[in-house]
T-cell receptor, first 113, second 115 residues
């Protein structure tokens, strides 16, 4: 069965510091991988996705993620965090882009001055 | 990307009443729509998958008689929460995919509060 693990429930970083949010997945084949961001009371915004090809994926808002098959990981990174990045981040996996996704439990990011 | 519109964004209803949530694909034909539920401070859980013109497929543990899903057209799917109870209060999100689009796009979500 597919599963997604986001080991960090809550992370606090200083504004301007770098960020890495971890995501590990369990899936039998090469999955479709996604990172979404959710602000309080809002819907999901797609940050980036990986289907195939280059394992380093660039997304919106300066985010990037790297697919590492050997580690079953798809960690999200940003070199310099802004206060507006404070939100909940979800990693998700699916067998294709058109199928339902399995989501991780989310990582809440807090940004301090 | 493609646009999926979900309405209403917020709804408050009384216990025992029914409430309908709409999910529309605005610029593509959605052959498949997915309905998720998000409990407070929790992740999203798939409730059901609906294909246009077919009965929805519900995930284990989801009451199909309580959560009625209709996908009568290629641009509209509806979720009706029947005889709502306070424990049905939650955030409901739809996503839609179809045609040559290789991914599903999410609506803005609906915050349901049952009082």
């Amino acid at each position: 069965a597919q599963s997604v693990t986001q080991p960090d429930i809550h992370i606090t970083v200083s504004e301007g510091a770098s960020l890495e949010l971890r995501c590990n997945y369990s899936y039998g084949a090469t999955p479709y991988l996604f990172w979404y961001v959710q602000s309080p009371g809002q819907g999901l915004q797609l940050l980036l996705k990986y289907f195939s090809g280059d394992t380093l994926v660039q997304g919106i808002k300066g985010f990037e993620a790297e697919f590492k098959r050997s580690q079953s990981s798809f960690n999200l990174r940003k070199p310099s965090v802004h206060w507006s990045d404070a939100a909940e981040y979800f990693c998700a996996v699916g067998p294709s882009g058109n199928t339902p996704l399995v989501f991780g439990k989310g990582t809440r990011l807090s940004v301090i001055a | 990307g493609a646009v999926v519109s979900q309405h209403p964004s917020r709804v408050i209803c009384k216990s025992g009443t029914s409430v309908k949530i709409e999910c529309r694909s605005l610029d593509f034909q959605a052959t498949t729509m997915f309905w998720y539920r998000q409990f407070p401070k929790k992740s999203l859980m798939l409730m059901a998958t609906s294909n246009e013109g077919s009965k929805a497929t519900y995930e284990q543990g989801v009451e199909k008689d309580k959560f009625l899903i209709n996908h009568a057209s290629l641009t509209l799917s509806t979720l009706t929460v029947t005889s709502a109870h306070p424990e049905d209060s939650s955030f409901y999100i739809c996503s839609a995919s179809g045609g040559t689009i290789g991914e599903a796009f999410f609506g803005q979500g609906t915050r349901l509060t049952v009082v």
